[in-house]
T-cell receptor, first 111, second 113 residues
Framework: DGGITQSPKYLFRKEGQNVTLSCEQNLNHDAMYWYRQDPGQGLRLIYY???????QKGDIAEGYSVSREKKESFPLTVTSAQKNPTAFYLC??????????FGDGTRLSIL | DAKTTQPTSMDCAEGRAANLPCNHSTISGNEYVYWYRQIHSQGPQYIIH???NNETNEMASLIITEDRKSSTLILPHATLRDTAVYYC??????????????FGTGTQLKVEL
């Protein structure tokens, strides 16, 4: 089936460790996005990529890094520099200019 | 950034139409209005979008006022499965052509028997 796969669904890490969240799509979409959601809040854009080997910072990029080596993959690394990493992370993809479609998210908890 | 204002919560009886309002008084002429919904602990689901004209698809209808300063999402026959947070978003065009969706806190719709 076509779709966006985020893994794992739940992730636990110790404070000070980097952690990488996976996002894969088989929809042949050019653009991919990472959002963060805190309890009771809307989504905030972390990074986005509109083409392979290119990506741009969103509104809250500090403490995060991404790569886009393949069209179907857009992994997000939460670094130790991110002061409050516990959150629900959502990946989305879209054809250019078309609605974004979201994965089911990864819930990250820092122990 | 074009901002949107939505009621915090609404209730609707199952089988009745749910009408969710949204104000976007600072919208620009070429900005689209998008609606998404999010069921707890899942990713947002795209519902519908529009620019000027009213739009309808299998999920909902979108009514945009002539001055484009407000819109209403209509779920014609709400079911319990429509209970979710509904987000009204004004889409921004990013440098290079991508879309930016700025999610507010949305409207919590509760459909009851």
């Amino acid at each position: 089936d076509g779709g966006i796969t985020q893994s794992p669904k739940y992730l636990f890490r110790k404070e000070g460790q980097n952690v990488t969240l996976s996002c894969e799509q088989n929809l042949n979409h050019d653009a991919m996005y990472w959002y963060r959601q805190d309890p009771g809040q809307g989504l905030r854009l972390i990074y986005y990529s509109q083409i392979v080997n290119d990506f741009q910072k969103g509104d809250i990029a500090e403490g995060y890094s991404v790569s886009r080596e393949k069209k179907e993959s857009f992994p997000l690394t939460v670094t130790s520099a991110q002061k409050n990493p516990t959150a629900f992370y959502l990946c989305a993809s879209s054809p250019q200019g078309q609605p974004q479609h979201f994965g089911d998210g990864t819930r990250l908890s820092i122990l | 950034d074009a901002k949107t204002t939505q009621p915090t919560s609404m209730d609707c009886a199952e089988g009745r139409a749910a009408n969710l309002p949204c104000n976007h008084s600072t919208i620009s002429g070429n900005e689209y209005v998008y609606w998404y919904r999010q069921i707890h602990s899942q990713g947002p689901q795209y519902i519908i979008h529009g620019l000027k004209n009213n739009e309808t698809n299998e999920m909902a209808s979108l009514i945009i006022t002539e001055d484009r300063k407000s819109s209403t999402l209509i779920l014609p026959h709400a079911t319990l499965r429509d209970t979710a947070v509904y987000y009204c978003i004004v889409r921004e065009i990013l440098t290079g052509g991508g879309n930016k969706l700025t999610f507010g806190t949305g409207t919590q719709l509760k459909v009851e028997l």
